[in-house]
């Protein structure tokens, strides 16, 4: 340390400064930032992420804390009826649905040929990463399944809430019947 400050000095004087400047009553304004700091607040950034990422994937219902959801029997259930129970499931819709839809993840979701569609309308994207419900996990395909079905959805890139559309009348429903309900602890 000693010899970084002498080189300092020398430095500084040879090429015309005076060592006066070097010493601490000298400095005025702001403190530097070092790239150790610049460093440290983007490891810091990324650890707190990686935090929310372990913590939503102990609970990832969270969002729902004190909410009336579905019981997971009787979303497995209908994900059975649905795909088989498969997340990571595409079929074909037909074309009334539009050119190139199709019908991803364990419930079924409606999605077009650029990605819009029922999981993305319920925020699967920004829950998952993905346009896709077939690339989501399947808690995450559960969590849009009961926002879907029950609460609706603030999108707020678009600045728009997407109402709940109930659960639909069709055979899986009767399939997965009697509909239970529990607060999520």
Request: aromatic share 14%.
């Amino acid at each position: 340390m000693r010899l970084a400050t002498l080189l300092c000095v020398v430095v500084c004087v040879a090429s015309g400064g005076s060592a006066e400047a070097l010493a601490p009553s000298a400095f005025t304004g702001s403190p530097p930032v070092f790239a150790a700091d610049v460093l440290y607040e983007h490891r810091w950034d990324e650890a707190l992420g990686q935090m929310r990422a372990a913590t939503d994937a102990l609970d990832p219902y969270s969002e729902f804390k004190g909410k009336v959801i579905f019981t997971q029997r009787f979303m497995n259930d209908v994900a059975q009826c649905e795909t088989g129970q498969d997340p990571q499931h595409v079929g074909r819709a037909s074309v009334s649905y539009g050119e190139g839809a199709t019908f991803r993840g364990a419930f079924g979701n409606w999605t077009t040929s650029n990605g819009s569609g029922t999981f993305e309308y319920y925020g699967g994207r920004e829950l998952s990463g993905t346009f896709w419900a077939n690339e989501a996990t399947y808690d995450q395909q559960k969590v849009v399944f009961i926002r879907k079905s029950l609460y609706g959805w603030f999108d707020s890139e678009r600045g728009v809430f997407v109402p709940p559309a109930g659960l639909s009348n069709n055979n899986c429903l009767r399939y997965a019947w009697p509909v239970e309900y529990e607060v999520h602890k």
